[in-house]
């Protein structure tokens, strides 16, 4: 089929879901007009689904207009950690919580609901001793193993607010992130374990530390897990093992009171300038949030076995492999190593080894995976799947094919799940058993969630149109500020169309009502679902030595969504080789990360620019994706001669 036709296919809702689907046709119908007509009735009555300690009595107290002020519940009290563990235990203290799955396919470990909770008050009261009080910011740098989990839900015992930093970024990156939200305590393992190869956590941290102290920012404690054994730089009096401490505090550590909107986590996310910003997530509304999501969206019935392949550095980790999922009783699996390692089967045979009954991962890896042949897959059962979820990109609908009739044998509907760092849940995405799918669609809005399109000058489109899009109104889950910087928040979300939350996605709407995200119109990249500014990757260039200017665009990349395709030039006298290339890889990693890698680069002795200096990104976006020949009106460039060059010498020839 072509992918017109693909696209144009609906898989009617399946029986076997339907069945026993939580949600149906009409329930969605009602519970969607009452969320978006009486939000205060509709959420007054879901906000129960998590047990407060002193009941909210309002509901809703929200504004996207002026100083923007987004409250939820908020004169209730209540506890994360409470409601992931404690209030499961009366009943179910020897269900497994989590499930971990290591690198090496030898090793694995199961964690009920009362180890979880020993294990946590421990990790909370080491933190205590340690000084860290409700309100300080904890910094995690760990790899996929439980004490990740243990660490986030043990700061949310105590009150203090965790940035989790995902453990491929930089030394450089971690700093910045220590100094932005002055965190003076940081957790993290020896060594991480990926694909058989370790990451130097503790190494880079030490590095982070003495960048972050040159910025006035001085860590104070580092505990460290040992995952590896191998040897590490110590500190002594700041570095402290877990292991050590762990058995020299007390087992119980009572829940503290929190405010639901009292600060939770922060996470670091890029934007189209400057450096990544600190999405900022409060306490109640979030939980309510990930909570109701993780059951409707994944038709999560009590008992499921739910595997989410992100890593905790993401929000798809925070939400929904740490939090919605244990406030729900779930028993979650985390996953330490790769999809190709020790092969391509690995997923495949993770959910026959551990009977998973739902599965969530990324178009990049189904992609990769559909690449190495349908012999990985077909050599496991999957029979105790029943549902497949995707999410951090669109998803072409030839994976979503693929993914439906090979991994999910044309019996499990797929969720795609369209979402932000700054949503915190889900937000488009169908309900099992009341959406009928379409390859490549996000589908409808989840309760409670108000899209609409608009074109440039902000005028609403209705019906079928093409346009960017915004959310009209507030949902518990959204993020509350940017961490220490609220007037960022305000410009970047709800300035560019007045009085509404701008996404920075392009989307259209078909005659059904269905969305479909056509991807940033921003200067933001998705890279294997993961996010990255231009301007980042451009200011880690300018940072060499050799290196005057730098432009970064995306290109369409057939496993990694986008690629990223750099035009660098160069400091007078110097000239661009391939060792030269390979040196400016290897920098943007050391300043990034290797998520970063830049895939092309292309030196030239100039960039198109206005009259007035402004970068052309239009023609730089168009020759790196080698369709030249629509350049567009080039008549305001300075230097007309200069998109010659950049023609005659791009890096992605067909
Ligand atoms: C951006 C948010 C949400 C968790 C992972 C990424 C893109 C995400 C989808 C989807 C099309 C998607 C958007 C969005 N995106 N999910 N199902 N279909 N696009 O979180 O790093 O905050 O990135 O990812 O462009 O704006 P994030």
Redesign the pocket.
Known sequence: MQREELMAETYPVLQSAESHALIDKAKYEKWYKESVENPDKFWGKHGKRIEWFKPYTKVKNTSFTGKVSIKWFEDGQTNVSYNCIDRHLENHADRVAIIWEGDDPSLDRKITYRELHEHVCRFANVLKKYGVKKGDRVTIYMPMVPEAAYAMLACTRIGAVHSVVFGGFSPDALGGRIVDCESTFVITCDEGLRGGKSVPLKANVDKAIDIAARHHVHVKSVLVVRRTGTDVGWASGRDFWYHDEAGTVAADCPPEPMNAEDPLFILY?SGSTGKPKGVLHTTGGYLVYVSMTHQYVFDYHDGDIYWCTADVG???GHSYIVYGPLANRATTLMFEGVPNYPDQGRFWDVIDKHKVDIFYTAPTAIRALMGAGDDFVKRSSRSSLRLLG??????NPEAWEWYYNVVGDARCPIV????????GGHMIAPLPGATDLKPGA?TTPFFGVKPQLVDNEGKVLEGAADGNLVIADSWPGQMRTVYGDHERFIQTYFSTYKGKYF???GCRRDEDGYYW?T??VDDVL?VS???LGTAEVESALVSHSLVSEAAVVGFPHSIKGQGIYCYVTLMAGHEGTDTLRQELVKHVRAEIGPIASPDKIQFTPGLPKTRSGKIMRRILRKIAEDDFGALGDTSTLADPAVVDDLIANRQNKE
């Open positions: 996310t993401w929000v798809t995707s999410v951090g990109e669109p998803i795609d799940t369209w979402w932000q760092t700054e949503t996000a996404t920075g996605d995200i991807g940033r998705n679902g993961h996010r």
